[in-house]
């Protein structure tokens, strides 16, 4: 089954940009989509389709995918930020979603 | 607006059974792919199982092949997971989740989930 690789965790200071990354092999060639949960809330889909973002997110969130790595960068991060953040694509040979383990997002 | 409300989470033994429900509203029901998504205390989101928007597909994580049964009621907006032969890894925050499109996509709106812990 495909495999999605996260970091544990990601730190940055307010203001700063916050890189998260997605390994898989030849991710390029698949739609990821990201989502942000804040303790005790359901999962947000934050980026979706590599690089599009829903209705209501800020700008501040964008997404890029190519090779084996897709990247979710946060620009200007506010303390509202923090959340844990997980990468998502549709496995085709399988039929099915995988999800990546989750990275958790900490301002500093 | 949209809404998917989970229920049916509850304490139950192992090796016994439970059937989780999700209500949904404010959107065209039949037109989605939905999906059961779980979630361990601690832990990252795991896949369950989908009901294909058109009735033709479902599918399972091996995890919970051969015990779990999803299914879906157009007429009353409603989506299913019937739970059988429970074990104490199926402990967890089960969500509904409707897929942005028709299917094989993103999640793009989930319910507040229903808890099922397994314990004897």
């Known amino acids: 089954s495909y495999v999605l690789t996260q970091p544990p965790s990601v730190s940055v200071a307010p203001g700063q940009t916050a890189r998260v990354t997605c390994g898989g092999n030849?991710?390029?060639?698949?739609?990821v989509h990201w989502y942000h949960q804040k303790p005790g809330q359901a999962p947000v889909l934050v980026v979706y389709?590599?690089?599009d973002r829903p209705s209501g997110i800020p700008e501040r969130f964008s997404g890029s995918n190519s090779g084996n790595t897709a990247t979710l960068t946060i620009s200007r991060v506010e303390a509202g930020d923090e959340a844990d953040y997980y990468c998502?694509?549709?496995?085709?040979?399988?039929?099915?979603?995988?999800f990546g383990g989750g990275t958790k997002l900490t301002v500093l | 607006e949209v809404q998917l409300v989970e229920s049916g989470g509850a304490v139950v033994q192992p090796g016994g059974s439970l059937r989780l429900s999700c209500t949904t509203s404010?959107?065209?029901?039949?037109?989605?792919?939905m999906h059961w998504v779980r979630q361990a205390p601690g832990k990252g989101l795991e896949w369950v199982s989908f009901?294909?928007?058109?009735?033709?597909?479902?599918n399972y994580a091996d995890s919970v092949k051969g015990r779990f049964t999803i299914s879906r009621d157009n007429s009353k907006n409603s989506l299913f997971l019937q739970m059988n032969s429970l074990r104490t890894e199926d402990s967890a925050l089960y969500y509904c989740?409707?897929?942005?499109?028709?299917?094989?996509?993103?999640?793009?709106?989930w319910g507040q989930g229903t808890r099922v812990t397994v314990s004897s």
């Open positions: 998502q694509v549709w496995d085709s040979s399988s039929d099915q979603p995988v």
């Open positions: 009901f294909s928007w058109d009735g033709t597909i479902t």
């Open positions: 389709d590599d690089s």
């Open positions: 030849n991710i390029g060639s698949k739609s």
């Open positions: 404010g959107f065209s029901f039949e037109d989605y792919t």
């Open positions: 989740a409707k897929d942005l499109r028709r299917g094989g996509e993103a999640f793009n709106i």
